[in-house]
């Protein structure tokens, strides 16, 4: 089992930047693939971005390719979304998720655990 924690979320203005933490407990956080994705009021959530077990493989969506960069560091049981060039449309809660198979996020969009979120503000 996993249990996720986001931070790093908060205010910030348009054109600026943030990066996110997810801290994961479990020994087995290095065989999971992971992802961040948000949910903004009033819309579904909307997948962001994924990695693999062993950081060698990313998909991004289109909305924030070029301008949001998920990495991990399994040693410390963490993954990372910095965003750039940030727009007040990026306003949302974030969410990381983890699952065994890559393709359960990156294609459908799903995932076997969640975190509780953090939230993104961006000012105009």
């Known amino acids: 089992q996993v249990q996720l924690v986001e931070s790093g979320g908060g205010l910030v203005q348009a054109g600026g930047s943030l990066r996110l933490s997810c801290a994961a407990s479990?020994?087995?956080?290095?065989?999971?693939?992971m992802g961040w994705f948000r949910q903004a009021p009033g819309k579904e959530r909307e997948f962001l971005a994924t990695?693999?077990?062993?950081?060698?493989?990313?998909y991004y969506s289109g909305s924030v390719k070029g301008r949001f960069t998920i990495s991990r560091d399994n040693a410390k049981n963490t993954v990372y979304l910095q965003m750039n060039s940030l727009k007040p449309g990026d306003t949302a809660v974030y969410f990381c998720?983890?699952?065994?198979?890559?393709?359960?996020?990156?294609?459908?969009?799903?995932?076997?655990?969640w975190g509780q979120g953090t939230q993104v503000t961006v000012s105009s």
């Open positions: 479990g020994r087995t956080f290095s065989s999971y693939a």
């Open positions: 998720a983890a699952d065994a198979n890559f393709r359960t996020i990156t294609t459908m969009a799903r995932a076997g655990y």
């Open positions: 990695i693999n077990w062993i950081g060698g493989t990313t």
